[in-house]
């Protein structure tokens, strides 16, 4: 892996905005319930290789927003990651107060994939949604099973999709016939983490959410803005210090 850089570490130089309380929070959510709970087979990988990058946004409105979601997945989607190495980007926006109300959030979500349609990033990059009313269509708002996708505050989640593929197709269980391809993968975890959230309940998956979100949480760029490293914006989170952006505002008229 000559020359490659951990992607996380990469998106730390390209975006060095100090991180705020919501991106440590979504990230202890990420260690502390999708990856202790096994809701992803591969989270915990990502993390011990840095290949997973958390970003805190700081644009305030839902145009700007998306502007900013679109230009990182037009930068991931120009990597190429050398085997046994990945990039995967997650996202929060925690001056948007829009995205606060989960059919805003949808709106957004929307408007993104249009624009990656029209950019030909259909096939190369796809969003995963992370919200704390976070429900699959057509559910019931109080089905356990619903927790897979309820983080601590919105999130958006941006993978290259040959990582995605790869990851599927090489998908196993000991002692299990292998999977006939990636759509029996899909169901299977989607399956077992349903099962797993159900039985739970809701009391014991609303605790381990809300205990992401403790303001004690160890959080390296929240100690270095709390030293002085940057000068904090509204709701606690960092003013920009420099930004790196790909696409014009334009380009999702």
Not at 110 to 138: T, Y
Request: with cysteine.
């Amino acid at each position: 892996m000559a020359g490659w850089r951990p992607w996380a570490d990469q998106m730390k130089e390209m975006t060095p905005e100090v991180e705020c309380q919501q991106a440590c929070a979504v990230e202890a959510w990420v260690r502390r319930v999708v990856v202790a709970h096994g809701l992803c087979p591969w989270a915990d990988g990502a993390l011990r290789q840095r290949s997973l990058a958390v970003v805190s946004l700081f644009e305030d409105d839902e145009e700007q927003v998306a502007a900013a979601l679109v230009s990182h997945a037009q930068l991931l989607a120009l990597q190429h990651p050398p085997e046994g190495a990945g990039a995967t980007t997650l996202l929060v926006a925690p001056r948007c107060e829009k995205l606060l109300d989960f059919e805003g959030y949808l709106e957004l979500c929307d408007w993104v994939e249009e624009a990656f349609s029209e950019l030909d990033l259909i096939g190369k990059v796809q969003m995963a949604a992370f919200h704390p009313d976070f429900r699959f269509n057509g559910s019931d708002a109080a089905d356990c099973a619903n927790f897979v996708g309820r983080a601590p505050y919105p999130a958006f989640h941006l993978l290259r999709e040959e990582e995605v593929s790869a990851a599927l197709a090489s998908f196993h269980l000991v002692g299990r016939e292998p999977f006939q391809g990636p759509e029996e993968v899909g169901a299977f975890i989607a399956e077992r983490n349903a099962r797993f959230l159900r039985d739970r309940g809701r009391e014991a998956c609303l605790r381990s959410v809300r205990a992401c979100d403790a303001s004690d949480l160890p959080c390296g760029q929240a100690k270095d803005a709390q030293r002085g490293r940057g000068r904090l914006g509204p709701k606690g989170c960092p003013a920009p210090i420099r930004k790196v952006l790909l696409l014009d505002m334009n380009a999702l008229r």
